[in-house]
């Protein structure tokens, strides 16, 4: 049997990258050694879904694998987003890595640019869920028991009632129409607590929804109940 290749895989915490790793270990070629995140060091959450990093760490540990964060300010200047993130990268390179995988959808200019900025430092990306049609993946995401909570919603998109709703199938059916399935045009992000690359569900509760800067953030907390093991089981 072939050595599988390792490799680094985005993880935002969200249910995209969460079913490209759930894809990756199914295909068996790749060997993911890290999780890698951006965290704003203000607010001790991840960047852009606004998940509290103890989520992030519960996520991390009942998925056994290490998670790095690359600490960001707020706001962050492109440019010195690209510096921490490459330094990091040229480590990793460094120790013989050169893949990292995205779950990007069908952004083509925002794969353009993770491939060239990847491609300066000697190294490639992949993409397990690329053009996959978004109805037929967020259809596929519950059938295979993914459970996410919607953290935070672009408010020019979606009401701030969409903040903290599970992403089920009653949430598809009450989408407005224009809007992507999978949120992959920015309409919202998302917090997974559980599914079958989990050991065990993480318990989580919704608490306040604020709004900033043109965003509704449900603040998604740790919740008292004690985790349940994560059903395998295909739905009926």
């Not at 987003?81 to 490459?86: L, S």
């Not at 050169?98 to 353009?112: A, P, T, Y």
């Given at each position: 049997?072939?050595?599988?290749?390792?490799?680094?895989?985005?993880?935002?915490?969200?249910?995209?990258?969460?079913?490209?790793?759930?894809?990756?270990?199914?295909?068996?070629?790749?060997?993911?050694?890290?999780?890698?995140?951006?965290?704003?060091?203000?607010?001790?959450?991840?960047?852009?879904?606004?998940?509290?990093?103890?989520?992030?760490?519960?996520?991390?540990?009942?998925?056994?694998?290490?998670?790095?964060?690359?600490?960001?300010?707020s706001p962050c200047p492109n440019?010195?987003?690209?510096?921490?993130?490459?330094?990091?990268?040229?480590?990793?390179?460094?120790?013989?890595?050169?893949?990292?995988?995205?779950?990007?959808?069908?952004?083509?200019?925002?794969?353009?640019?993770?491939?060239?900025?990847?491609?300066?430092?000697?190294?490639?990306?992949?993409?397990?869920l690329w053009m996959k049609n978004?109805?037929?993946?967020?259809?596929?995401m519950m059938e295979d028991r993914?459970?996410?909570?919607?953290?935070?919603?672009?408010?020019?998109?979606?009401?701030?009632?969409?903040?903290?709703?599970?992403?089920?199938?009653?949430?598809?059916?009450?989408?407005?129409?224009?809007?992507?399935?999978?949120?992959?045009?920015?309409?919202?992000?998302?917090?997974?607590?559980?599914?079958?690359?989990?050991?065990?569900?993480?318990?989580?509760?919704?608490?306040?929804?604020?709004?900033?800067?043109?965003?509704?953030?449900?603040?998604?907390?740790?919740?008292?109940?004690?985790?349940?093991?994560?059903?395998?089981?295909?739905?009926?």
């Open positions: 049997m072939p050595e599988k290749i390792k490799a680094i895989l985005s993880w935002s915490s969200g249910k995209d990258s969460a079913y490209s790793l759930f894809t990756i270990l199914n295909e068996n070629r790749f060997e993911v050694v890290t999780l890698l995140t951006t965290v704003t060091e203000s607010f001790r959450r991840v960047s852009m879904h606004g998940v509290r990093e103890e989520l992030l760490e519960a996520q991390a540990e009942s998925l056994g694998l290490p998670v790095h964060k690359i600490k960001i300010p440019e010195i987003y690209e510096a921490k993130m490459a330094e990091y990268l040229k480590l990793q390179k460094a120790e013989g890595i050169q893949h990292v995988i995205f779950g990007d959808l069908f952004l083509e200019d925002l794969r353009k640019y993770r491939e060239q900025r990847l491609a300066e430092i000697g190294m490639s990306g992949i993409f397990p978004t109805k037929q993946l967020a259809e596929k993914f459970e996410a909570i919607l953290t935070c919603v672009d408010l020019k998109k979606l009401p701030k009632k969409f903040a903290g709703r599970k992403f089920d199938r009653t949430f598809l059916t009450d989408l407005p129409t224009g809007i992507d399935p999978c949120g992959e045009n920015g309409e919202f992000h998302s917090f997974v607590y559980g599914g079958p690359i989990f050991k065990k569900r993480i318990p989580v509760k919704v608490g306040k929804t604020v709004e900033r800067d043109g965003f509704a953030f449900a603040d998604v907390l740790k919740s008292a109940a004690p985790p349940s093991p994560v059903l395998h089981a295909p739905l009926d």
